[in-house]
């Protein structure tokens, strides 16, 4: 057997390291355990995070037992007489989407009371209010991954991402979409993909070198049945202070064909340096629609589909009516969807906006392929989080650091998952010597999110 310098055998140093490997994950259940354990329910937290749910103490009860539970028994738990069971406790989390441990907090934690940010769907861009819980809590989940990314960089000392509020909303549309073309280099990247899907993954891929967080999920964190509504939003911009890691959110749930736009409309937000809730729907050409967001839509078209680059590819037709094959061939000789086509089409007068929405309703009636339940975390994780914040947070979670138990959390899965995340693709091929067995995503006994209050941020970082 080969021997390091000092005489110790390698594979003794090896087993060395997987025995430290052993050690980190009993510690790391020893905590979950501590953290399981019956621990008395707050009633000043529980109060507030129904009132938060926008529940009625008989709500609650029906959704807990409604055999043996009932709105008197909340209210003597808001009393503080009794309490809830530890099963009870993990569901109270569900109802109220938010993570377990804050039902022992001895006071309401307030850090996301006020999100910061406001409602491009309204017409004076006035503060976000209302809001269904899972929305909140997507926003909520981005939030905590946006501060642990900034606060990482800021200990790197990395520059802010010189995408955010680079350019004015009162720029003409053009102005911006070309100086996003350029900055992203997003012809290039057009003549390297081979369709519409890969264009999109090649941007994203690009946003992630430029330090733009861009997640892609159809569902509260890692929770797929707290799925999100696409007639709700379709996206959001999330810009911290210091403009370190700036977020674009893409709902999932939203037609395929018609996240590529969601992109860039989030992008022209994120570019003129604004925060905020969008449902920009690809099939309305409405005159009252905010100011905002008809710009964003604007830079969006522009930025996808130049008019010149368009007009090419569109060719001579002169009829009116929206064609399916020849949106076909369009949207394949630029890598953008038919349905981006069209949208196109009817911008520059190519088209009816009625006709192309007859379309966007068509799309819309057609059922989604039904998909597997479960599945590998590899794939799933790279396709919610991107890669680059995949391999971040999985290498930061394995490390024994300060910030692993909180990198952990945010991804929201166990040690070994984390472990493997943290490997490049190839290298997890590479220790398979057969195909993996297709797996349920790691369950979750609390909600992935960080607590943003002083005693999170690691002193030993400094």
């Known amino acids: 057997m080969p021997r390091d310098q000092d005489g110790s055998r390698a594979g003794h140093r090896r087993g060395q390291r997987n025995s430290i490997s052993t050690r980190t994950r009993a510690i790391l259940v020893d905590m979950a355990r501590a953290a399981s354990a019956r621990r008395r329910v707050s009633p000043a937290v529980l109060e507030w995070a129904r009132a938060r749910a926008m529940l ?21 738990w808001e009393r503080g007489d009794g309490g809830p069971s530890e099963a009870q406790q993990r569901r109270l ?3 109220f989407r938010i993570p377990e441990r804050w039902l022992h907090y001895d006071e309401p934690p307030r850090v996301f009371d006020d999100l910061g940010i406001v409602d491009f769907r ?49 720029a003409p549309a053009q102005v911006v979409a070309d100086y996003l073309r350029a900055a992203l280099e997003l012809e290039t990247l057009r003549e390297s993909a081979s369709d519409a899907d ?20 159809g569902q509260v964190s890692n929770k797929t049945r707290w799925s999100l509504d696409p007639e709700e939003f379709k996206g959001f911009t999330l810009i ?8 674009i959110f893409i709902n999932r749930k939203d037609l395929d064909a018609a996240q590529l736009f969601t992109l860039g409309h989030e992008l022209a937000h994120l570019v003129t340096g604004g925060s905020g809730v969008s449902n920009e729907d690809i099939a309305d050409f409405d005159e ?54 069209g949208r196109r089409a009817a911008s520059l007068h190519r088209a009816q906006p009625h006709d192309f929405g007859r379309f966007v309703a068509s799309l819309r009636r057609q059922p989604k392929p039904p998909k597997k339940s479960g599945g590998s975390p590899y794939n799933s994780y790279p396709s919610w989080y991107g890669s ?29 998952t984390a472990l493997r995340l943290a490997q490049p ?31 999170w941020r690691s002193k030993g970082r400094q």
């Not at 009625?56 to 409604?66: E, F, G, H, M, W």
């Not at 991954?145 to 990395?158: F, N």
Request: proline letters at 5%.
């Open 122 to 170: 309204t017409s004076n861009q006035r503060p976000l209010a209302v809001l269904s819980q899972n929305l909140r809590g997507a926003i909520e989940h981005a939030l905590a991954i946006q501060t642990w990314v900034a606060e990482y960089r800021s200990h790197e000392r990395d520059s802010p991402v010189t995408l955010v509020g680079a350019m004015s909303e009162r």
């Open 93 to 95: 989390a569900e109802i």
């Open 240 to 247: 911290d202070e210091e403009q370190l890691a700036p977020v």
């Open 198 to 217: 890969e264009f999109f993954k090649a941007i994203r891929a690009k946003l992630e070198t430029m330090g733009v967080l861009v997640l892609r999920m």
């Open 425 to 455: 693709k190839r290298a997890r091929a590479r220790q398979q010597e057969e195909p993996e067995p297709e797996q349920k995503l790691p369950r979750m006994d609390a909600f992935p999110l960080i607590a943003l209050d002083d005693s």
């Open 288 to 341: 009252d629609k905010p100011d905002i967001e008809r710009f964003c839509d604007e830079v969006a078209e522009a930025l996808l589909l130049p008019t010149d680059t368009f007009e090419r590819a569109w060719g001579s037709q002169t009829r009116r009516e929206l064609d399916s094959s020849h949106l076909q061939q369009v949207g394949t000789a630029l890598k953008v969807t038919p349905l981006l086509a």
């Open 56 to 76: 009625s103490r008989a709500d609650v009860a029906k959704q807990l037992n409604r055999k043996t539970i009932d709105a008197s028994t909340i209210e003597g």
């Open 388 to 416: 680059g914040l995949t391999q971040l947070l999985a290498s930061a979670a394995t490390t024994g650091t300060p910030s692993a138990s909180d990198a952990l959390e945010l991804l929201g899965v166990q040690f070994d």
